[in-house]
């Protein structure tokens, strides 16, 4: 947003300020309907993370993120 000294002013930088309105609005429509990038997939299952965080783990020893069911499957193993 800009700001000008008065009515006039903002009048004759309109036209500049119009075309530089326009590209930048451009360019936040694209960047806002763009399609994001796919989740990545548990290393494990190959089945894609889920969205939320709380609901996968990461590993130190390897630094991935496993999905909870995978973690659980482990758990229920070693036991």
Known sequence: SAKYCSRE???KAWA???QECKKRS???EEAL???PPPRPD???CFI???IDITQCQYQGCCSKHLCTGC???HWMISD
């Open 48 to 50: 894609p993370l889920p």
């Open 42 to 44: 548990c290393p494990i």
């Open 16 to 18: 500049g300020h119009k």
């Open 33 to 35: 309907f763009k399609t």
């Open 26 to 28: 451009a360019e936040h």
């Open 71 to 73: 973690i659980q499957a």
């Open 9 to 11: 002013c903002q009048l």
